[in-house]
């Protein structure tokens, strides 16, 4: 199983920028679809952004559209989400997690089974 692990969270202003990196162990990475989720106190966990195996295929959560950029660099075994313009409501726990699908399109939650273990964002107001 592919090992995860997420960094370049923090305490930001409303309007501010983070740049979140997910690491990978496993040199196949360019096998898996990436996905970034966040869960707030309280809530259920969320759908942010997938990026496809190769890159060339994103898709985004309504909420940060236009807002958000999900990235990844093979050769490094990372994934990225730039967020910019953040907002109070974006406060939470971000996660990657790693989906073996070879299709382009957003893999369903259930074919997401490798996960990192989070990196606290927190949107001041």
């Known amino acids: 199983q592919v090992q995860l692990v997420e960094s370049g969270g923090g305490l930001v202003q409303a309007g501010g920028s983070l740049r979140l990196s997910c690491a990978a162990s496993?040199?196949?990475?360019?096998?898996?679809?990436m996905g970034w989720f966040r869960q707030a106190p309280g809530k259920e966990r969320d759908f942010v952004a997938h990026i496809s195996r190769s890159g060339g295929t994103t898709s985004y959560a309504d909420s940060v559209k236009g807002r958000f950029t999900i990235s990844r660099d093979n050769a490094k075994n990372t994934v990225y989400l730039q967020m910019n313009s953040l907002k109070p409501e974006d406060t939470a726990v971000y996660s990657c997690?790693?989906?073996?699908?070879?299709?382009?399109?957003?893999?369903?939650?259930?074919?997401?089974?490798?996960w990192g273990q989070g990196t606290q964002v927190t949107v001041s107001s």
């Open positions: 997690a790693a989906a073996d699908w070879v299709f382009p399109n957003s893999p369903p939650l259930h074919k997401y089974e490798n």
């Open positions: 496993d040199f196949t990475f360019s096998r898996y679809a």
